[in-house]
T-cell receptor
Framework: NAGVTQTPKFRILKIGQSMTLQCAQD?????MYWYRQDPGMGLKLIYY???????DKGEVPNGYNVSRSTTEDFPLRLELAAPSQTSVYFC?????????????FGPGTRLLVL | QQQVKQSPQSLIVQKGGISIINCAYE??????FPWYQQFPGKGPALLIA?????SEKKEGRFTISFNKSAKQFSLHIMDSQPGDSATYFC??????????FGKGTKLSVKP
């Protein structure tokens, strides 16, 4: 199993550009998450999904959109990139039930908006 | 009510010493308390987790102590090694799946 994979690893965007961060998991997990990590601020939940076709907002959803057409994939879309979106983005997956709440994280995408 | 407060922000420990990181939560509905370890350039990975029905859980050199009445839990790293140098995050959550993370503690273990 590859676990959780993310592409790209690093990207530079100009203000106002758009891009999609890709995330895929091969563990048949029904829950998937997108976090952003800023220095000293921990992990903030952007969006999450409890299954294909179902998504919901997390703590910091503004400026982002997601879709979940399959169990495996959970792309994050940035529209009109802003400098405030400079961050490291992590995708995670889990299958929460008793004893199975562990979230498995991908390697992250570092995004710089200039 | 959804916050998880973590301290200290950074910690320097000598090799062989004990590292202690503390977290406090507010929501009494939380029933799952994991600690994640993150090395530079990598994603966080689960280190150890505890449920509120026990007061302590030990896995090798890593121990979680849990105080339900005080709504606090802590990570103890015994015989700290330079390879333990990383950022540690506590988190709290439940069966619904979402986790609330602390802001992290950067641990440096000096040889």
């Amino acid at each position: 199993n590859a676990g959780v994979t993310q592409t790209p690893k690093f990207r530079i965007l100009k203000i106002g550009q758009s891009m999609t961060l890709q995330c895929a998991q091969d563990m048949n997990h029904n829950y998937m998450y997108w976090y952003r990590q800023d220095p000293g601020m921990g992990l903030k939940l952007i969006y999450y999904s409890v299954g294909a076709g179902i998504t919901d907002k997390g703590e910091v959803p503004n400026g982002y959109n997601v879709s979940r057409s399959t169990t495996e994939d959970f792309p994050l879309r940035l529209e009109l990139a802003a400098p405030s979106q400079t961050s490291v983005y992590f995708c995670a997956s889990s299958t929460p039930r008793t004893g199975q709440e562990t979230q498995y994280f991908g390697p992250g995408t570092r995004l710089l908006v200039l | 009510q959804q916050q998880v407060k973590q301290s200290p922000q950074s910690l320097i420990v000598q090799k062989g010493g004990i590292s202690i990181i503390n977290c406090a939560y507010e929501n009494t509905a939380f029933d799952y308390f994991p600690w994640y370890q993150q090395f530079p350039g990598k994603g966080p990975a689960l280190l150890i987790a505890i449920r509120p029905d026990v007061s302590e859980k030990k896995e090798g050199r890593f121990t979680i102590s849990f105080n339900k009445s005080a709504k606090q839990f802590s990570l103890h790293i015994m015989d700290s090694q330079p390879g333990d140098s990383a950022t540690y995050f506590c988190a709290a959550g439940g069966s619904q799946g979402n986790l609330i993370f602390g802001k992290g503690t950067k641990l440096s273990v000096k040889p």
